[in-house]
C-alpha cells in the first residue's frame, strides 16, 4: 500500500478560521495529506471572539471539494458540537487558526491525536500562551521557532514533533511572520503527520523546565505613546499591523479623531524641528504621508486610517489622550 493510500485511510480534520487556515490547508490537500473535513466557525461568531484575520473559508473550501463543519460554539463546550464532532470519527486533527484550547472530550476520541502549531523566540517551554508572534515583534527579538506539538487539555504544554526556526528580520511584520509560521507549518506536517500515521515518529516531552508564558493582547493595548523611542513605536505598529486591529493615537486630544497606523518607518536622527515636543506633526507630504516626533527622532507614516485626511496638518498633534500605560510582565 503506498504511502498516500495508507494516509487515505486515516480520517484527517483542519480546525481553524484564519487565513493561515486556508494556507495550510492548500498546501496539504492531497499533498500527500487528504484532508477530509474543515471545522471553522461563521462569520458573526467570529465578530463576537473579536477573531483577528478571520476569513469565510467555504467559498475555498467547495472549491476543493472539503467538507465544512461550523462550530456552535468556538470553545466547542456544546452538546451540539460535541454530538456533530463525535460523529466523524476523526483519528487526526490539525490545528492553525483556532485560538482556543480542544475539549478533552475531543482529545480522547482520536486514535492519533491533535497536533498544532505554537512558536515563540525561544523554544519551547518558553514563550506559552498568547500572541508571541506580535509579542516578539514587540520585544524586537530576531529568531522564531515554530513548534508542531501535540495537543494536551493545558496551555501549550504537549509533546514536540518537530521544530523550524527563521528569521524576524527589520522589515517583517505581523503579516509577513504569518506567512513564515504557516510555511513552516506545512513543511513540519508534510514530513512528520505521515511518519506520525505510520507509527514511525516519536514525539518528545518538553523540557522540564520552568515554562515562561506571554499574556493576552487586546485593541485598546495598541495605543501608541510618542514619548516612547522611535524602536518602539515602529515595534509596536508592525507587530499589530493587518490583520489584526493597529497601533493606535488621537489627533488634537480629540477621542472622535482616531488614527489607525498601518505602516511606518524610522525616518532621521540628524535633521532637527525647531521647539518640537513627542507627538507632533512634523511635516505632511503631497501624499498624505507624514513625519512626527518621537521620544528619540523621527517617525515616517506612510499607511494609516482617519475619518478625514484633511485633519493632518503640520504642527498639529498627535497624543494618547490620558490613557494611562498599560504593564505587561513579558518573558525575556
Known amino acids: ?21 486556508l494556507d495550510l490547508i492548500k498546501s496539504l ?42 462550530a456552535t460554539k468556538y470553545n466547542l463546550k456544546s452538546e451540539e458540537d460535541k454530538e456533530k464532532l463525535s460523529n466523524l470519527n476523526l483519528d487526526l486533527i490539525l490545528c492553525i487558526g483556532w485560538q482556543r484550547l480542544l475539549p478533552e472530550w475531543l482529545l480522547s476520541l482520536l486514535s492519533i491525536g491533535a497536533f498544532g502549531m505554537h512558536g515563540s523566540n525561544k523554544p519551547l517551554p518558553h514563550g506559552r500562551g498568547r500572541s508571541p508572534l506580535n509579542w516578539s515583534l514587540i520585544q524586537n527579538k530576531n529568531i522564531f521557532f515554530t513548534h508542531l506539538f501535540q495537543y494536551l487539555p493545558g496551555v501549550d504544554d504537549g509533546p514536540i514533533l518537530a521544530c523550524q526556526k527563521f528569521d524576524i528580520n527589520f522589515w517583517d511584520d505581523s503579516h509577513s511572520l504569518h506567512l513564515k509560521n504557516t510555511i513552516s507549518m506545512a513543511k513540519l506536517c508534510k514530513k512528520s503527520i505521515p511518519l506520525l500515521i505510520e507509527g514511525n515518529l516519536i514525539s518528545r516531552p518538553q523540557p522540564n523546565i520552568e515554562p515562561s508564558f506571554y499574556p493576552k493582547r487586546a485593541k485598546e493595548d495598541g495605543i501608541i505613546f510618542w514619548e516612547d523611542s522611535v524602536l518602539d513605536i515602529y515595534n509596536l505598529i508592525r507587530a499589530v499591523t493587518k490583520p489584526f486591529p493597529g497601533a493606535f493615537s488621537y489627533l488634537e486630544n480629540n477621542l472622535n479623531n482616531e488614527i489607525i497606523i498601518w505602516k511606518a518607518y524610522p525616518f532621521d ?28 527622532g523621527t517617525l515616517l ?13 503640520q504642527g498639529n498633534m498627535l497624543s494618547s489622550v490620558n490613557i494611562k500605560r498599560k504593564k505587561f510582565e513579558l518573558p525575556n
Open 1 to 21: 500500500m503506498s504511502k498516500k493510500l495508507h494516509i487515505n485511510y486515516s480520517k484527517i480534520a483542519i480546525f481553524g478560521c484564519k487565513h493561515t487556515t
Open 269 to 296: 536622527t540628524r535633521l532637527e524641528w525647531d521647539n518640537s515636543v513627542n507627538g507632533e506633526i512634523l511635516e505632511v507630504f503631497y501624499d498624505y504621508s507624514f513625519i512626527v516626533q518621537c521620544g528619540d
Open 29 to 70: 490537500h492531497n499533498n500527500p495529506i487528504k484532508i477530509d473535513y474543515c471545522i471553522t466557525i461563521s462569520s458573526k461568531k467570529a465578530e463576537e471572539q473579536k477573531v483577528s484575520g478571520y476569513i469565510d473559508l467555504k467559498p475555498y473550501l467547495d472549491e476543493l471539494c472539503i467538507p465544512i463543519i461550523y
Open 301 to 313: 507614516v506612510k499607511e494609516y486610517d482617519i475619518k478625514n485626511k484633511h485633519l493632518i496638518k
